[in-house]
Every structure is written in structure tokens, then in C-alpha cells.
């Protein structure tokens, strides 16, 4: 059964200093993978997406991912993170003839000042 | 456009009583999706579809039932509303030509059921 992993419930970082979120899945084919970032009390919000191509995908606010297939990981990072990006993010992934995406449970980003 | 919308915002139900939940887009999106968001749990699936006239149960169908009776709007039933229901609710619309099913989510529904 297909799954998405993210294994730290919640992160704290100082605000300049570089993140890394950590998300792995176990899937049957070629995956998409996703990014969404939920600020309180917000809907989700797509960071960014990969589904073919280059395995280092730039999405907004300044964050990427990198796809590697021989780890069933999709990492994503910043170099320099802001206050504002206080919030929850969540992994996901999806796969072509398959109507559903699965989401991981979240992880939850603490920004000291 | 608006988007993907959710109506209501905020609902408090006591046990047994129904209501429905109702979900607009107007990117002419085929695939929607309703979802239930608790704390640790990530967001879970409850009941899709790929079309109107069309659903399909995700994870954690009971106790639910959905209508997409016309493309634009996906409606969540809850017929006798259990505290186990107390959740934030959401929605989300697909293009599936586009962006291999990125997601577009609308702002959610803070139900408790008492």
C-alpha cells in the first residue's frame, strides 16, 4: 500500500539558518510528489510538485526538493528561513492511474527569532 | 475567480443531527475531494470524485456520504453526526490534464459535534 512518511512532528530553527524536512514514501511506480505548506488556521497551499525531469525542483517562497528515487525520498529545503515561514508542511504523493493523493501527517516548523 | 470554496465555516452539531457541507469551485476542475484534518493525523480522504454523477470512497468513508451532482460542486453529508466527527474539513479540485493532480484547496470547515 502506497504511504508517505515524514518522520519529525515538529522542527525548531533559528531564522537564518537553513532547513531541511524530511519525507520519504513507498510507492509502486514512478511517483508525483508534492509540497503543501497550511499556516494556522489556513487551507494548504502548493510549495512545489515534481512528477519528471530535473530531481531538483525550485518552488516558491525560496524553498526546493529533491527527488531521490534509491532513497524514496523528497526532501525539501531552504538556505534561509524567515519567521513567516512558520507553519505545518506536508508531503504528499500521487501516481499516474491513480485517481488519489496520500499525505503525510505533517510536520510542523518552529522558528526562533 | 474564487476558486475552491467551502460553506459553512463553522458549524456546531449536537450528536444524531445531520448536515450537509458544500464545496464550489469555478476552475471547471474534474476531480474533487473531501478530506478531514485532526491533529497528528495529517489529512485523510474521506470520498472523491472523478466526475459528475460519479464517487468513490477514500480512507475513511463511514459514516459520511457525498452527491457531485453537478461538475462545480461536491456536497458532504453527514447523516447522524457522531463526536468522532469533530474535525476541519476540506476540500480540494483537480485539473487532471494539468500538473498531474496538483490539488487546489479551499479554506476549510471547523465542525464540532457536541
Known amino acids: 500500500a502506497q504511504s508517505v512518511t515524514q518522520p519529525d512532528i515538529h522542527i525548531t530553527v533559528s531564522e537564518g539558518a537553513s532547513l531541511e524536512l524530511r519525507c520519504n514514501y513507498s510507492?509502486?511506480?514512478?511517483?508525483?510528489l508534492f509540497w503543501y505548506v497550511q499556516s494556522p488556521g489556513q487551507g494548504l497551499q502548493l510549495l512545489l510538485k515534481?512528477?519528471?525531469?530535473?530531481?531538483l525542483v525550485q518552488g516558491i517562497k525560496g524553498f526546493e526538493a529533491e527527488f531521490k528515487r534509491s532513497q524514496s525520498s523528497f526532501n525539501l529545503r531552504k538556505p534561509s528561513v524567515h519567521w513567516s515561514d512558520a507553519a505545518e508542511y506536508f508531503c504528499?504523493?500521487?501516481?499516474?492511474?491513480?485517481?488519489?493523493?496520500?499525505f503525510g501527517k505533517g510536520t510542523r516548523l518552529h522558528i526562533l527569532p | 475567480n474564487a476558486g475552491v470554496t467551502q460553506t459553512p465555516k463553522f458549524r456546531v452539531l449536537k450528536t444524531g443531527q445531520s448536515m450537509t457541507l458544500l464545496c464550489a469551485q469555478d476552475?471547471?476542475?474534474?476531480?474533487m475531494y473531501w478530506y478531514r484534518q485532526d491533529p497528528g493525523m495529517g489529512l485523510r480522504l474521506i470520498h472523491y470524485?472523478?466526475?459528475?454523477?460519479?464517487?468513490a470512497k477514500g480512507e475513511v468513508p463511514d459514516g459520511y456520504n457525498v452527491s457531485r451532482l453537478k461538475k462545480q460542486n461536491f456536497l458532504l453529508g453527514l447523516e447522524s453526526a457522531a463526536p468522532s466527527q469533530t474535525s476541519v474539513y476540506f476540500c480540494?479540485?483537480?485539473?487532471?490534464?494539468?500538473?498531474?493532480?496538483?490539488?487546489?484547496f479551499g479554506p476549510g470547515t471547523r465542525l464540532t459535534v457536541t
Open positions: 480540494a479540485s483537480t485539473h487532471v490534464r494539468d500538473s498531474a493532480y496538483e490539488q487546489y
Open positions: 510507492y509502486g511506480a514512478t511517483p508525483y
Open positions: 515534481y512528477f519528471s525531469g530535473d530531481t
Open positions: 504528499a504523493v500521487g501516481e499516474d492511474r491513480d485517481d488519489k493523493i496520500i
Open positions: 476552475m471547471n476542475h474534474e476531480y
Open positions: 470524485s472523478v466526475g459528475e454523477g460519479t464517487t
